[in-house]
């Protein structure tokens, strides 16, 4: 029986990671430019990780993570988020001590059990951001002008949509979430089965349902932005004046509260209107409480993650560019294989991209290859041309050719054009 693979852990083929480089290569020259380095933090972390930060009352915790007992001792589970492991990597690493502010990217494979559909995955990959040591808006709204620059400027994405909510923190959170608990109490008939369970352990939850039948109340039923303390409310008018400072277009979504337990304040989305359901690009916020869940003091800390595949999925479809570039050495012959396979070490040694067959077929299967393999310059070595110190050179692009003499042949192949 022929093995497939898993379903919702799709491969990445030779025909697309080149579009995946072009993402993570942007991502990397960005996120130096704004003085963040990177963390590789492992696959896999103690279960506990996860259900104290993300929290028990979420989705992810509750139904989507492939958690397994290692050799029947300690409880393990694939990530399926970036940030709890990089508090928990900060505290380990003593992090704090180097920098007040301690800035720190991945990209990565995460982890979740969900329904796999078009941009839903059980195995995906983000791009996480994670400004961990304060509590200052202008970090919120430095974070977000990263975000935003990075899909906008360098992934050029057009019609995205910022959206911008505060969700209060341990002062008033308490409030927001008992007014929206007893409005909804009151009405939990009209409520999905799903959101009757969350009236109890997670009401928040409840805004940002699906369901027609809880939308309509949704509509109705107070927001976090109307019960935010004094502290909140100052901090996200500061961060709002500062985004329009940068000239960052943003709506304010009531609604959003986003999956995972550790938000306060500054919670946003990046929503790319022409995909389907699964529309959320990026999703971040700010997570002052997530440190001291993990084992650390009292640390304030804001970021993001964007998903890759939802990013790949929105890059405008304009043509690949179609560049020939650099040579295939099609040879006759024993010697003249020997030959070539010689003069592709040293052009490869100097940076060409150079091909050729090994496998010894026709003159015209390897102009075939050739051609598939979209190079500018073929170099034809028969046995008898290299007798006389002589070869045919093919300009793809052109179309034309012409004798080139063997002596000096790699100084003038690398000062050819578009090699
Ligand atoms: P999240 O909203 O759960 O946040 O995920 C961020 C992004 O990852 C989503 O907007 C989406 O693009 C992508 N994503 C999530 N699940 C899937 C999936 N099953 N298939 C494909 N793409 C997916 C977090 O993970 C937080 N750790 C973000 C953060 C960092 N907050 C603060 N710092």
Redesign the pocket.
């Known amino acids: 029986m022929k093995l497939k693979g898993v379903r919702g852990a799709p491969d990445l083929l030779p025909q697309e990671t080149a579009r995946w480089q072009r993402v993570e290569t942007a991502t990397r020259f960005l996120l130096q430019r704004y003085g963040y380095a990177e963390i590789r933090t492992p696959v896999f972390e103690r279960t506990e990780l996860f259900v104290r930060g993300i929290g028990e009352g979420t989705d992810i915790v509750e139904k989507e993570m492939y958690t397994f007992i290692d050799q029947g001792e300690v409880n393990l589970t694939l990530r399926p988020?970036?940030?709890a492991p990089v508090a928990r990597a900060y505290l380990e690493h003593q992090m704090a001590a180097q920098f007040p502010l301690v800035k720190l990217y991945y990209l990565g494979p995460?982890f979740?059990r969900?329904r796999p559909q078009s941009?839903?995955?059980?195995q995906?990959h983000?791009i996480?951001?994670?400004a961990i040591g304060s509590d200052q808006p202008a970090v919120d709204a430095e974070v977000i002008d990263l975000l935003w620059a990075l899909m906008v400027e360098e992934f050029r994405i057009p019609d995205l949509q910022l959206r911008l909510n505060s969700i209060g923190d341990a002062a008033c959170r308490p409030t927001i979430r008992d007014r929206l608990r007893r409005y909804m109490t009151d009405r939990s008939s009209a409520l999905c089965p799903d959101c009757q369970g969350r009236l109890t352990r997670n009401p928040l939850r409840i805004m940002d349902c699906k369901q027609p039948g809880c939308q309509h109340l949704v509509a109705e039923a107070p927001k976090p932005l109307e019960s935010l303390c004094e502290a909140c409310a100052a901090h996200f008018t500061e961060v709002r004046g500062l985004l329009d400072h940068l000239k960052i277009p943003y709506t304010i979504d009531e609604r959003l509260v986003?999956?995972?337990e550790y938000y306060t304040k500054t919670a946003f989305?990046v929503i790319n209107p022409r995909l389907g359901a699964?529309n959320?690009?990026?999703?971040?916020?700010r997570?002052d409480g997530l440190i001291e869940v993990v084992g650390g003091p009292s640390t304030p800390a804001?970021?993001?993650?964007?998903?890759i595949?939802?990013v790949i999925a929105s890059l405008p479809s304009a043509e690949e560019e179609d560049v020939l570039r650099g040579i295939y050495v099609a040879t006759l012959g024993r010697e003249a294989q020997r030959a070539g396979m010689g003069l592709l070490q040293e052009l490869r040694r100097r940076g060409m991209r150079g091909l050729m067959n090994l496998e010894a077929r026709s003159l015209k299967s390897q102009m075939r290859q050739a051609n598939k393999e979209r190079v500018r310059y073929c170099l034809i070595l028969g046995d008898e041309e290299l007798g006389r110190g002589q070869a045919t050179l093919r300009d793809m692009m052109k179309a034309d050719q012409t004798s080139v003499e063997l002596v000096h042949i790699v100084e003038r192949l690398m000062g050819l054009e578009g090699v």
């Open positions: 988020e970036g940030t995460m979740r969900e941009g839903r995955y059980r995906f983000q996480g951001v994670e986003r999956g995972l989305e699964q959320a690009l990026a999703g971040g916020g997570y804001m970021g993001f993650a964007v998903g595949e939802r």
